[in-house]
């Protein structure tokens, strides 16, 4: 299959380069539909396939879904074993697409947690996809950002030991370096799917100024046209960063 080319709609305004989504309400879909919750992590798989695909056709540098958080390995015994094997099939399943569309993937968050045979199909799907010149697709899993925030810290502590850090420097940026994966640039949209209205312990750091989306269609049913409806809402935000907008009377007067 060849490569989708992309064929960007015109969203009316700015357009993120970082989407990060909350992929929430898998249990709440399959439930409304008198299946058990397992059915709901099953058919959020299509979902995962046809966002990262439209996501990288329209030009999206970086994707990062939140799959699975720290917190999630206290649910029971079954459900976890379920998503650890779907996760795994997942992996070996979407090569095919993800070489199709140019996608590179790689996971962030204490990836040793995982189960040896999801950790194997994952760094062998990580490397097969290093060379992909398209989307960058990050799986969260195992992730959780006070976690990664202490593990941060705990590196940092490391080096300042080993004298290679100087704690009379430490920075914004300095922290930034020990995260996970601190190149990629932060998320510019966070979207979260169900209409829960939390972050659930998800890139803190990195979210500090993202514009937030709640959809309220569950993870299963997030596709195309919800994913459009968010960049169509996210084109009319004006982003400030805790400035003003440059073009306002009011910013030129107080730089006069
Ligand atoms: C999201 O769906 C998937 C994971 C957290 C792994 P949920 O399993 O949280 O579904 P709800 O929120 O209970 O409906
Ligand atoms: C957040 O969803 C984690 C993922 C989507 C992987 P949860 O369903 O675990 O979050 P809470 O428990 O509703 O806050
Ligand atoms: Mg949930």
Not at 7 to 13: A, H, I, L, N, Y
Not at 78 to 105: G, H, I, Q, Y
Not at 124 to 140: C, I, P, S, V
Request: aromatic content about 8%.
């Amino acid at each position: 299959m060849a490569r989708k080319k992309a064929e960007r709609p015109d969203f009316g305004g700015p357009f993120p380069e970082h989407i990060a989504i909350i992929m929430d309400g898998n249990g709440r879909w399959a439930k409304g539909r008198g299946m058990r919750r397992v059915f709901g992590h099953k058919e959020g798989i299509g979902s995962v396939r046809e966002i990262t695909t439209e996501c990288a056709a329209l030009g999206v540098k970086s994707l990062t879904l939140y799959a699975f958080s720290v917190e999630n390995w206290k649910r029971p015994k079954p459900e976890v074993a379920f998503l650890m094997s779907l996760l795994e099939e997942f992996l070996v399943k979407e090569r095919p697409t993800l070489m199709d569309n140019a996608v590179r993937l790689r996971a962030i968050g204490r990836i040793d947690d995982l189960p040896s045979d999801a950790l194997a199909r994952l760094r062998e799907t990580e490397t097969l996809t290093a060379a992909n010149d398209g989307m960058l697709l990050r799986l969260a899993l195992s992730y959780g950002a006070r976690t990664e925030i202490a593990d941060a810290l705990k590196a940092f502590a490391r080096d300042l030991q080993a004298g290679r850090a100087d704690a009379g420097s430490i920075d914004e940026e300095t922290l930034r370096r020990y995260l996970y994966d601190p190149a990629t640039p932060d998320p510019d949209l966070l979207i979260r799917t169900s209409g829960e209205m939390r972050i659930s312990n998800f890139l803190l750091w990195q979210i500090s100024y993202a514009e937030i989306y709640v959809a309220k269609e569950c993870w299963p049913e997030f596709r195309t046209p919800q994913l459009h409806a968010a960049l169509a809402d996210y084109a009319k935000r004006v982003r400030k960063f805790g400035g003003l907008v440059s073009d306002a009377p009011e910013a030129s007067e107080s730089k006069a």
